[in-house]
T-cell receptor, first 112, second 114 residues
Framework: AQSVTQLDSQVPVFEEAPVELRCNYSSSVSVYLFWYVQYPNQGLQLLLKYLSGSTLVKGINGFEAEFNKSQTSFHLRKPSVHISDTAEYFCAVSELNNDMRFGAGTRLTVKP | DTAVSQTPKYLVTQMGNDKSIKCEQNLGHDTMYWYKQDSKKFLKIMFSYNNKELIINETVPNRFSPKSPDKAHLNLHINSLELGDSAVYFC?????????????FGPGTRLTVT
């Protein structure tokens, strides 16, 4: 079965700085990859997803992620963060007929 | 219109009680899920329902039972509540079980057992 590892539990960054949140997955077959964001006291919402095709995926709020099959990674990036990006970010992986598996989450804190 | 809704948003109860959390989706999706999020934000899938059939049950105690009166609803019933059941419970739905479908989450129900 597939699994996903988020390498950083917490990432502090200053406002307007770039950020990268790291995600690695494990699977023996083709996968679909997702990033979700959870703002305080809310449910998860989809930021972006990779299903096939171009390995660079653009999502909402200026985020993008790159699928790297050889590295089994799907890192999330944003060139310039805002205070409002402070949230918990979850990487998730699924296979064709398997349910989604979520990483442990990365807490992004944007400081003024 | 709220796509996935849950009630109640907060639930405080004593050990040993029985409680239910309701979930409704208006997206016309075929699959619904229940997740438990602990204090460290770890998300654990508890159940999924596809066309009213239970698909998975990830080592969840049998005190927890999902009930689906129809495709748009998946309620979670918990018997004999324990302190360790305190968590945030999320309902989610997706178009189907195929892995390419994204999941849509409800706002969560914070359960506190005292």
């Amino acid at each position: 079965a597939q699994s996903v590892t988020q390498l950083d539990s917490q990432v502090p960054v200053f406002e307007e700085a770039p950020v990268e949140l790291r995600c690695n997955y494990s699977s023996s077959v083709s996968v679909y990859l997702f990033w979700y964001v959870q703002y305080p006291n809310q449910g998860l919402q989809l930021l972006l997803k990779y299903l096939s095709g171009s390995t660079l995926v653009k999502g909402i709020n200026g985020f993008e992620a790159e699928f790297n099959k050889s590295q089994t990674s799907f890192h999330l990036r944003k060139p310039s963060v805002h205070i409002s990006d402070t949230a918990e970010y979850f990487c998730a992986v699924s296979e064709l007929n398997n349910d989604m598996r979520f990483g442990a989450g990365t807490r992004l804190t944007v400081k003024p | 219109d709220t796509a996935v809704s849950q009630t109640p948003k907060y639930l405080v109860t004593q050990m040993g009680n029985d409680k239910s959390i309701k979930c409704e989706q208006n997206l016309g999706h075929d699959t619904m899920y229940w997740y438990k999020q602990d204090s460290k934000k770890f998300l654990k899938i508890m159940f999924s329902y596809n066309n009213k059939e239970l698909i998975i049950n990830e080592t969840v105690p049998n005190r927890f039972s999902p009930k689906s009166p129809d495709k748009a609803h998946l309620n979670l019933h918990i018997n004999s509540l324990e302190l360790g059941d305190s968590a945030v419970y999320f309902c989610a739905s997706s178009q189907g079980r195929q892995g390419s479908y994204e999941q849509y989450f409800g706002p969560g129900t914070r359960l506190t057992v005292t």
